[in-house]
């Protein structure tokens, strides 16, 4: 359900983000035009919805981030408190009983922010895959056409360039 819901997220970011790159470029292609017609507050009104719109779903996707502590911990807090009791009703040493509820308890509280970390990590990536496949696509297609290219290198053929004795310090 999360997940889902992330990777919807995650195309309304992608598409959002496109928009405000757009706006920003007809507003700076349109500058005279904006300024004549007097159409400053239609463009700011687009761009603030696109932007509200952005900055919500990554607000949502944060939240997902987050949300799954919450939820651990008061897992592991009623998994402690039914392994405490299984323990202590099913061993007659007291001291035993204890020792092995805080062992159990620390390992649970060393595995939890690990588990946060990990999943916080997933769902950033998850909430950008949209994002770096536009990326992915809008390189491949300028490779394609060759129209966009950033350097005008000159075709080097089959020269192989080779660093010996390459060093550096600071």
Do not use: C, W
């Amino acid at each position: 359900l999360i997940m889902s819901r992330v990777k919807k997220n995650s195309k309304i970011i992608s598409t959002t983000n496109d928009n405000i790159i757009n706006i920003l470029k007809e507003s700076i292609d349109a500058f005279r035009e904006i300024k004549i017609f007097n159409l400053q507050e239609f463009f700011k009104k687009t761009y603030n919805y696109q932007d509200n719109k952005y900055r919500n779903t990554q607000e949502v996707n944060s939240y997902f981030a987050t949300f799954p502590r919450f939820y651990l911990e008061g897992v592991g807090i009623l998994t402690i408190l039914i392994v405490s009791f299984i323990i202590f009703s099913s061993n007659s040493d007291i001291q035993k009983s204890i020792e092995l509820t805080v062992v159990f308890s620390v390992a649970f509280l060393k595995l939890v922010p690990q588990f946060q970390s990990f999943y916080n990590s997933f769902i950033g990536f998850k909430s950008s895959t949209n994002i770096i496949i536009d990326l992915v696509e809008y390189h491949k297609d300028n490779l394609k056409n060759k129209k966009h290219q950033l350097y005008n290198f000159k075709d080097l053929g089959d020269t192989i360039v080779r660093f010996k004795d390459f060093s550096f310090s600071y």
